[in-house]
T-cell receptor, first 113, second 114 residues
Framework: DSGVTQTPKHLITATGQRVTLRCSPRSGDLSVYWYQQSLDQGLQFLIQYYNGEERAKGNILERFSAQQFPDLHSELNLSSLELGDSALYFC????????????FGEGSWLTVV | SQQGEEDPQALSIQEGENATMNCSYKTSINNLQWYRQNSGRGLVHLILIRSNEREKHSGRLRVTLDTSKKSSSLLITASRAADTASYFCATDARAQGGSEKLVFGKGMKLTVNP
């Protein structure tokens, strides 16, 4: 158990809908990362927050947004969902920045039908 | 785009044999990490090697880093069926805005047959 908690574990939704994925980082970790894993694209970095502020941005679509709250939990919002958004979404956390070990949650499986 | 690329993409060996996985990357790095992922589960950190280190050990794992060739290798000795998983290398890279991000390769699937 990494200490990173993600909910929901599985989610099935229709195209055009909006979903919110939630992440609770390890106790004391200030950085939260979101990754998308799909068969064709591999593990893609989406975005990182550090202590509530956006720190780094990757291949995150404009339809997607994220935030980190004062209690350090984070949410990833996915809107206007398309079939191609079906993937495993990981949250990870670390005490500091990306140059250190990061700890992954078990992921949220999103299926868009 | 991927910073690190693992090679081979898949490897099947017998229990007790050694498994070697290679990772090549494109730009200069501060450190390189290896992670493991069991099917459908989260990634688990295995080992981190800094750019000024050439070799590091952790239990049955041995990692080497050659910054001149921009490559790293992960050796698992005396493999076990439980080592069956996908293995990823990850490197720090520049993100939008100039900060660092951790970029993963596509992964290498290791199958250890009992």
């Amino acid at each position: 158990d990494s200490g990173v908690t993600q909910t929901p574990k599985h989610l099935i939704t229709a195209t055009g809908q909006r979903v919110t994925l939630r992440c609770s980082p390890r106790s004391g970790d200030l950085s939260v990362y979101w990754y998308q894993q799909s068969l064709d694209q591999g593990l893609q970095f989406l975005i990182q927050y550090y202590n509530g502020e956006e720190r780094a941005k990757g291949n995150i679509l404009e339809r997607f947004s994220a935030q980190q709250f004062p209690d350090l939990h984070s949410e990833l919002n996915l809107s206007s969902l398309e079939l191609g958004d079906s993937a495993l979404y990981f949250c990870a956390s670390s005490p500091l920045g990306a140059g250190n070990t990061i700890y992954f949650g078990e992921g949220s499986w999103l299926t868009v039908v | 785009s991927q910073q690190g690329e693992e090679d081979p993409q898949a490897l099947s060996i017998q229990e007790g044999e050694n498994a070697t996985m290679n990772c090549s990357y494109k730009t200069s790095i501060n450190n390189l990490q290896w992670y493991r992922q069991n099917s459908g589960r989260g990634l688990v950190h295995l080992i981190l090697i800094r750019s000024n280190e050439r070799e590091k050990h952790s239990g049955r794992l041995r990692v080497t880093l050659d910054t001149s060739k921009k490559s790293s290798s992960l050796l698992i000795t005396a493999s076990r069926a439980a080592d069956t998983a996908s293995y990823f290398c990850a490197t720090d890279a520049r993100a939008q805005g100039g900060s660092e991000k951790l970029v993963f390769g596509k992964g290498m699937k290791l199958t250890v047959n009992p």
